[in-house]
Structure formats: C-alpha cells, structure tokens
C-alpha cells in the first residue's frame, strides 16, 4: 500500500507519542507499504515552529532522515486539485495533502475524522 502520511501523523511518529493508534503505527511499520511524506507538511511544521505554535526537538530534521520515507513534492496538477475538493475541510493544508493524495492515488492516513469525508482512500488512524 502507499500511503501519504498527515502532519501530525509523521510528527507522533517521529517522536514516539503514544497518541499514534497501534493500527496507524502497523502500517508504517509494514515493509510492504511505502510511506510519502509532502513538502507541504514540512511546510506546515516549519511555519507552525516559526509562529511559536509547535515545538521541535533539536534532532528533528536528523529524525527525520533516518527514516525511509519518499519525499512528495508540490506540483502545479497538485495545486489544482485543491480548486477540485469539495469544502469539507477548511484547514489549506489538510486540502493540499488531499488533494496530492488522490493525484498521486495514495491512500491518506489521518486521525483527523472530517477528512474521512473525501472518501475510501483516506484511511483514519485507530
């Protein structure tokens, strides 16, 4: 399976939180499915760390590259697709992963329950 990791998916990921379900966590784990990561959601920790509204520790970007995630960049047919999604999720963000999602035809991995509304290939942690 490929599967796009939301933001706060990989950040309880790369430091362990427990608030990570055990499900979500198996299927990161699993050697047969490949894991992306979006340079939006560096985007958005990076911007959300600057404004004081996140924290990171020290070795965050060193975490970070021990990992075998795939990187995912932000295409112009990605910023299209946004214009495309119907308004359940307001958060401009949340709308760019899901968006590169479906283009890329990735699954979605979130906890975040208002995005299950963008249909079967948003899988919900937990």
Same mark, same amino acid.
């Given at each position: ?64 590259? /021990?990992?075998? &995630? ?5 295409? +112009? %047919? ?5 214009? !495309? $999604? ?18 890329? /035809?990735?699954? &979605? ?5 208002? +995005? %299950? ?5 948003? !899988? $919900?942690?937990?």
């Amino acid at each position: 399976m490929r599967l796009l990791l939301d933001t706060h998916i990989l950040l309880w990921w790369l430091a362990g939180d427990p608030a990570l379900p055990a499900p979500a966590r198996c299927l990161i784990q699993d050697p047969e499915n490949t894991m992306f990561v979006s340079t939006v959601s560096l985007w958005e920790i990076w911007l959300k760390h600057s404004l004081g509204k996140l924290r990171l520790p020290e070795d965050f970007e060193e975490k970070l590259a /021990r990992e075998s &995630f795939e990187n995912l960049p932000l295409t +112009a %047919a990605h910023t299209r697709g946004v214009a !495309l $999604l119907p308004w359940h999720h307001r958060d401009p963000f949340d709308r760019m992963l899901i968006a590169q999602a479906q283009a890329e /035809r990735l699954n &979605f991995l979130t906890a975040d329950e208002i +995005a %299950a509304a963008y249909g079967d290939m948003v !899988l $919900l942690a937990g």
